[in-house]
């Protein structure tokens, strides 16, 4: 059964430094959704592509966050420079199309920052 | 604010026993409405949806516009239902962006 793909399943990194996210979405999903989870709470949208279009990304902190998802398929997201508060697990979601479809989500990144 | 609204943390009961857990939101309108369950070492995956009032593992919920919640129940607990539950909408006006909210979630321990 085909899966969201996500890499590293966990990144330590220093606050300041660079750090990127990877997700693979079911092949043949147009929509992947990037969300971040605080312990303790749900998850909440960061970003949301429509093949390589950006959706959605009014939660995103833009000043260090970015994302990119170029020929539509994989999608890449990115933080720099990573700050204390960005410690969450940050997870990939995919579904066939926008709209009140199942999401698909990936096992997710932890990443903590020290 | 609106949001979504799970009440316990945590809900312990034992096998056997009915299980509800809560769900509040404070959208006007018509959300569309969700549960999702993560179990032990696996991913967050979707257990129900209002639109399609279908009952999976044993589980239903129920749409009360008037008290805007979407309780989720079943009659008779598992052991393997023991899991982290969320309720999430996409708010009505999303369009077809599909954004899911989600609340904080409720951990489901079912005792033997």
């Known amino acids: 059964e085909a899966e969201v793909a996500q890499s590293p399943r966990y990144k330590i990194t220093e606050k300041s430094q660079a750090v990127a996210f990877w997700c693979d979405p079911i092949?043949?999903?147009?929509?992947l959704y990037w969300y971040r989870q605080i312990l303790g709470q749900g998850p909440e949208l960061l970003v949301q592509?429509?093949?390589?279009?950006?959706?959605?990304d009014s939660q995103l902190p833009k000043d260090r966050f970015s994302a990119e998802r170029l020929k539509g398929v994989d999608s890449t997201l990115k933080i720099q420079p990573a700050e204390l508060g960005d410690s969450a697990m940050y997870l990939c979601?995919?579904?066939?199309?926008?709209?009140?479809?199942?999401?698909?989500f990936g096992p997710g990144t932890r990443l903590t920052v020290t | 604010a609106q949001r979504v609204t799970q009440p316990e943390k945590l809900l312990s009961v034992f096998k056997g026993a009915p299980v509800e857990l809560k769900c509040n939101y404070s959208?006007?309108?018509?959300?569309?409405l969700f549960w999702y369950v993560q179990y032990s070492r696996q991913r967050l995956q979707l257990l129900l949806r209002?639109?399609s009032r279908e009952s999976i593992k044993g589980f239903t919920a129920d749409l009360n516009k008037g008290e805007t919640s979407f309780h989720l129940k079943k009659p008779f607990a598992q052991e393997e239902d023991s899991a982290m539950y969320y309720c999430?909408?996409?708010?009505?006006?999303?369009?077809?962006?599909?954004?899911?909210?989600f609340g904080q979630g409720t951990t489901l321990q079912v005792k033997p």
């Open positions: 592509f429509q093949d390589e279009s950006v959706v959605d």
């Open positions: 999430a909408l996409i708010p009505p006006g999303s369009g077809n962006t599909g954004k899911l909210i």
């Open positions: 959208y006007s309108g018509s959300p569309e």
């Open positions: 979601a995919s579904s066939p199309a926008a709209g009140p479809y199942e999401q698909y």
């Open positions: 092949s043949g999903h147009a929509t």
């Open positions: 209002h639109i």
